[in-house]
């Protein structure tokens, strides 16, 4: 049975508790066995970490010790799975940038605020993560982000949609679903899920799915093929040089 650990807090109003249920649900279905923890202190033990096979963060803005960063980072570069959406990985740790090298992008601004209506544009490519999605509209919040020029970008959105000062840029596709590699592991990330109503919509359910089963399978394949990760990179914040 494969190990699953949701870690859940920071900002209310993306309502992490409720999202970590839904998650939980998700992962259940799948056979999972699923801890849920409400405190960072749950990446403090490294070696527990590198034990699971996937590691889902639900966490908004705060501040982690950077020990616990380094600890994520080693599981996730021996093949443990890192996977989330806005409210928890992407917009989390604002001035950890270790943590945004290794998730792939970061925040940086939502033009219009809630209830901006958008599509997503589904980038159908030979991932088997997107096969048979079918483009989506919703409304919620559209997240402008600064984003690794390394990631497969699996999903899309079209800036601008709402007025700010980015309006008189030319129109681009801002990444909303992508994956990468971080060591031997697998990430996964989904802009999607300012609340839990948007990760309730059958059709982001199934993205999540898919994406917790990709990123949980790294550890196998990398097994499977003989890849290895060698020394861990650990980051090396301003405040260590």
Same mark, same amino acid.
């Given at each position: 049975m494969k190990k699953a650990l949701i870690v859940w807090g920071g900002w209310d109003g993306h309502q992490p508790k409720e999202v970590a249920g839904l998650f939980k649900d998700i992962l259940e279905k799948e056979?999972?066995? &699923?801890? &849920?923890?409400?405190?960072?202190?749950?990446?403090?033990?490294?070696?527990r970490l590198k034990s699971l096979d996937l590691i889902v963060p639900c966490w908004t803005m705060g501040r982690i010790e950077q020990q616990w960063?380094?600890?994520?980072?080693e599981a996730v570069q021996s093949g443990v799975g890192l996977a989330g959406v806005h409210?928890?990985?992407?917009?989390?740790? !604002?001035e950890n940038t270790d943590w945004q090298f290794m998730t792939g992008g970061q925040w940086v601004a939502h033009p219009g605020n809630d209830g901006t209506e958008?599509?997503?544009?589904?980038?159908?490519?030979?991932?088997?993560?997107?096969?048979?999605l079918e483009d989506l509209t919703v409304s919620t919040?559209?997240?402008?982000?600064?984003?690794?020029?390394?990631?497969? &970008?699996?999903?899309?959105? !079209?800036f601008p949609v709402a007025p700010g000062p980015h309006s008189l840029n030319k129109a681009v596709d801002?990444?909303?679903?992508?994956?990468? !590699?971080?060591g031997v592991g697998r990430v996964y990330y989904n802009a999607l899920g300012h609340q839990a109503n948007i990760i309730a919509l059958p059709e982001v359910t199934e993205m999540m799915r898919r994406g917790f089963l990709w990123c949980a399978e790294g550890k196998?394949?990398?097994?499977?093929?003989?890849?290895?990760?060698?020394?861990?990179?650990?980051?090396?914040?301003d405040n260590q040089l």
């Open positions: 056979s999972f066995e &699923v801890e &849920v923890s409400d405190t960072l202190e749950a990446f403090a033990d490294a070696d960063v380094n600890n994520v980072s409210g928890g990985m992407c917009d989390a740790f !604002r958008y599509v997503v544009n589904i980038k159908h490519s030979s991932s088997p993560l997107v096969a048979g919040e559209q997240y402008y982000l600064h984003v690794d020029p390394a990631v497969e &970008v699996l999903a899309t959105t !079209r801002m990444p909303v679903i992508w994956t990468k !590699r971080w196998a394949e990398a097994a499977k093929t003989g890849y290895a990760q060698g020394s861990a990179y650990t980051g090396m914040q």
